[in-house]
């Protein structure tokens, strides 16, 4: 009797629990709230957007020359110093010249006797020509004179000449510019002697910089003379200066498999200095009028593709997609990508201007799920 009371028990019990288990369970069923899924949203736009592959590089001077001393002598006076702003053919120092002036005075007195020589010569010259017309005078009296005349001629312009020289070793003794631009050095001091083996200065032209990178053998094709170029330096980190694609070298690095390109910056107000570190972003594509969304807003998820035939035929592809907002309901879209800049990306396929797009929140999402919009970047 005992044992049939406890069988009866536990099928009484098993029942109860049973029926429990098969009814509704606080907040489930019927009367489960539906979960709405708080977001953040923005609105799809239009707008333009660059293609940009960045470097490093160094700035260098658009030009630097050393300056030399053309006549090996004391420095008797100096103009300039570091920092100098000097100008094409300005004079920047004098050597002394006290022997050089003696030599053009020299050589102006060769000159003028030379010429008083030549014109006695061409007298004679003159008056014996009317004589061997006249058949007063013999051929070989005609021919001497003659020789003389040529001889004085050839010694003015030998004459000439040697003054010439002397006044361009007297201009020698200014050291002069011979571009425009800053002085980055000064080697001689005052009274010092100078040397064919130093320069006396240094000159750089710092109105215009250069860059040199190198570009690898895959990225080479997309770099062209002419393209804009973006500059940015540590010293003025909220600027960015503007330069151009100047050359692109013909012939690639065998060993680092790179061409070297030049890229040149206009420094007008000398802001940048050679040997500053830029970070350099060569623009190789824009496009205007397009659609832009914020590239976080994206999911990618990746698959394997299985091609048939061999278990090892297969392909890694990337699906797109992006949530919208419409109606209080979560839309997945599928989307295709194509410049990205930064944060932002282009869309080419799968969105229309003005859809409303979920920044925050995406991944809790799923196809057609209700939405609360918490937070917005659009207009109203």
Known sequence: MKIMMKITMTILITGILSLTGCGKSPGTGDGQEEKIIPVNVTRVVRGSIENKIPFLGDIKAYQQVHVYAKVPEQITALYVDINDIVAKGDVLATVKD??????????????????????????????????????????????????????????????AAALESAKEQLANTKIKAPISGIIAARNYELGDQTSPQMPAFTIIDVSKLKIHIDVIESEISRVKEGQKVLVKVTSYPDELFTGRVDKVYPVLNPLTRSAQVEIVIDNPDYRLRPGMYATVNIITEKKDDVLLIPAHAIIEKTNLQYLGSEISNTKVTTEKHVFIVKDNLALRRFVTT?????????????????DILVTLGQYDLADSIKVRIVGKDIES
Do not use: F, P
Request: net charge positive; proline share 0%.
């Open 338 to 354: 194509g410049i990205e800049d930064g944060g932002t990306v282009e869309i080419l396929t799968g969105l229309n201007t003005n």
């Open 98 to 159: 006290v022997s050089i002036r003696q030599g053009v005075l020299q050589a102006e007195a060769a000159l003028s006797a030379a010429r008083a020589q030549y014109n006695n010569v061409k007298t004679e010259w003159e008056r014996i020509q009317q004589l061997y017309k006249e058949s007063a005078v013999s051929k070989m009296q005609y021919d001497a004179v003659k020789a003389q005349k040529e001889s004085a001629k050839s010694g003015v312009k030998q004459a």
